[in-house]
Every structure is written in C-alpha cells, then in structure tokens.
C-alpha cells in the first residue's frame, strides 16, 4: 500500500508543475482575468498541502483550512469566465475563510467530520463550477462536456469518500489518514489526474476565450463597437434569406449624420469621434433585439429591421430621428446638436434583390433626403416612387 505522505508530495509537486505553466499562461494572457484566480488557486492548493505533510506539529485543521479556501478560489475563477465582471473578490474570500475556518476549529478534535465536512464543500464546488460554464450558451459543447467529466469525476471520488466516513466503521473510528489509506490513497491518485486535466482545461478555456475575443474585434467597429461592413454583409445575408423562406418582410435604413464634416472642421475629430459614439449609443437604445446595426462608413450607418415592412421601418426611423435632434453633446463644454437624416427601403421579394440593391435603394431615398433639407426621413416605394415621413 502507497504511504500517504508520498502520494501528498506526488500530488504536490503536480501541483507546482502545473501552477509554473498556468502563471506563464496568465502572464501571457492578462485579458483573461478567470485563468488567473485558477492559478492562485492551485498554489493555495499547494501551501495546503505542505501543511498536510509536515502535520504534526502543524495541526490538521489549518491544511484543511487551507486546501478548502484553495477550491472557493478557484471556483471565483469560474464565476469570472462566465462574467468577467465580478467584484468582491478579497471581501468574499475572507467571509468563507472566517466561516469555514471556525467550523474546522470546531472540528479540529474529530478527523472524521472534518473530512466529512471538506469533502460536501468539494462537491459543492464540483457541481457549481460545471453549472456555471454550462450556463455560457455560447461555448462549445465538447469543451463543456470534458470540463464537466473532469469535474463530475472529482466529485463522485469526494461523494464516495464522505459516505465512506459516513457509514463506514474502519474510517468512523480513524485518528489519521494513515489509517485510512485505502480511501485516501484513490483520493490522492485521482488529484494528481484532476490537477493535470483541470490545468489543461484553464489552458484550453483561455484559448477559446481569446479567440472569442478575435472574433468579436473582427466583426466590430472599433469606434462604435457596431458591426463593421462586413460583418453586417455577412449577418444581413443570412438574414434575407430566411425572409424569403418565410415570406416576411425585411428593410433597411441608412443613416447619415447631417453637417458631420462641420463638427470635424469646428471641433476637431476628437469631438467627431464622441459624436459618432453618442449615435451609435442612441441606436443601441433604439434598436430592437432582432435588428443587425452597422457602421457603414464614416458618418454612415445602416440598419437591417427583418420582419419589418417598409411602412413600419418608416415610423421607427422617424421615431429614431425626432429622439436624436433633441439631443445634446457636450463638445469642449460647448452643447451641439447634430441631426439625421435616414433613407428606407424594403426588400423586393420577388425581385430576388441582392443586398447591395437593397442598399442602394436606401442610399437614393438617402440623396433625396438630403436634397430636400436634411434632417428627415425619406422611403422607397416600389418603382421609382419615393415617400417621405
């Protein structure tokens, strides 16, 4: 039978191997907060269980302590690849430290309940860290089902073993790990693959994170953060032709902010870029879920409105547009007032209208906006009739 200090110093230094590989992948990667709260995870893992080998003298509690405080750690990290947002990190931690540790005081005297109480907080773990990456609808399912089976097999091994000191007469009445080595030296084997797998897991998650990002970057504006024109081609395509599957309408809006040129020569393009930012926010806010919104070009824009004839688009462009004159943006402290004007067209279903027609169309009633003064907003009709709002 393996000794169990040897299996705590195997699984150690897997630990230190894996903690060296994952701190270069962190400093590689900084965008990617979650790898990093992994890696200090695994090394609270490790000062764990160098308390584990050198008790006694150094009580038992404060090794289980330790390595318990090492899961919620890393559990934090899952908690920020699904929303990198979070806050609270150091305030969180020191309330479960200060809880579990008064438990594991209160323990300290009953090995068997101490290991009973560590390992319900393990599969509680396991279980929250495989919901909370199921929950990214977007990730892929092969990834979540190995991240799953590498943390669904953790938890059955710590599942076992709290049943085992449960009901169990050897383990009920064991006063060291020794004594129980049958179960633990299977608990410290399947460590030393969890940390291996688990670190190839944090590895494979920051690349699909970044290349996420990638594309994301490749699809966007970097102004606006808007669809960029081909992004939106690509959208948009897909869009129409699902219309013409299901025979419901689509049009299209293009947008060009009136006078744009003005703002850059009076102001600067500093104060042209926050004029373009404040309109693309103004379309986020007056943009239905459905809609695709693109910057076009320069002060351009272009909205795709599928299940939306061209008398309804008419109405949502001049609600957009009347909402847009009223506001105001502060330049150099100074408050300007910039306007629209939009051009509508609907596709033409039975034309087979390619998108570039589409935009055309909308580009013309555009012109004619235009030419009548600006600031409004002007549809095309079928033929060579144009409405305006």
């Not at 006063?175 to 190839?200: C, K, P, W």
Request: charged share 20%; aromatic share 10%; glycine share 6%.
């Amino acid at each position: 039978m393996l000794d169990i200090n040897t299996l705590m110093v195997v699984l150690a230094v897997t630990t230190i191997v894996s903690v060296m590989g994952l701190l270069a992948a962190s400093i590689l990667n900084r965008q990617v907060r979650a790898i990093r709260y992994w890696t200090a995870g695994l090394a609270v893992f490790i000062f764990g269980l160098v308390c584990q080998v050198a008790s006694p003298p150094v009580p038992l509690w404060i090794s289980a302590v330790v390595i318990t405080q090492a899961y919620f750690v890393i559990l934090w990290g899952t908690l920020c690849y699904r929303k990198p947002e979070q806050k609270g990190f150091i305030p969180i931690m020191l309330g479960l430290l200060a809880v579990q540790m008064s438990v594991f005081v209160l323990l300290q005297d009953s090995l068997r309940f101490s290991i009973m109480f560590h390992s319900a907080i393990v599969v509680i773990v396991c279980v929250i860290n495989i919901l909370e990456l199921w929950l990214i609808g977007s990730l892929r399912r092969a990834v979540v089902a190995v991240w799953a089976l590498i943390w669904g097999m953790h938890s059955l091994i710590y599942a076992r073993r709290f049943f085992l000191y449960l009901t169990e007469e050897a383990y009920i009445n064991a006063t060291d790990f020794q004594m129980a080595v049958s179960v633990e030296a299977i608990n410290y084997l399947e460590g030393v693959a969890f940390i291996y797998g688990f670190s190839l897991m944090c590895v494979v998650l920051t690349t699909v994170s970044l290349q996420d990002e990638l594309r994301h970057l490749a699809s966007r504006d970097p102004l606006t953060n808007l669809f960029n024109r081909r992004a939106f081609e690509e959208t948009a395509l897909k869009a129409m032709g699902l219309s013409r599957l299901t025979s419901q309408p689509v049009s299209l809006m293009l947008m060009d902010l009136d006078r744009f040129k003005a703002i850059n020569d009076d102001h600067g393009h500093k104060a042209g870029d926050q004029v373009l930012l404040a309109f693309a926010g103004h379309l986020d806010d007056h943009s239905r879920l459905a809609d695709l919104t693109c910057r076009f070009g320069g002060e351009e824009f272009l909205i795709l409105l599928p299940d939306t004839s061209l008398a309804e688009a008419q109405t949502i462009a001049e609600r957009l547009r009347s909402s847009w004159q009223e506001k105001t943006i502060s330049i150099e402290k100074v408050g300007v007032q910039v306007t629209v004007s939009i051009g509508v067209a609907e596709l033409e279903q039975d034309q087979d209208e390619s998108l570039f027609d589409l935009i055309d169309r909308a580009d013309q009633a555009l012109y004619q906006a235009k030419t009548q003064g600006r600031n409004r907003v002007v549809g095309w009709e079928t033929g060579p009739r144009l409405s305006q709002s």
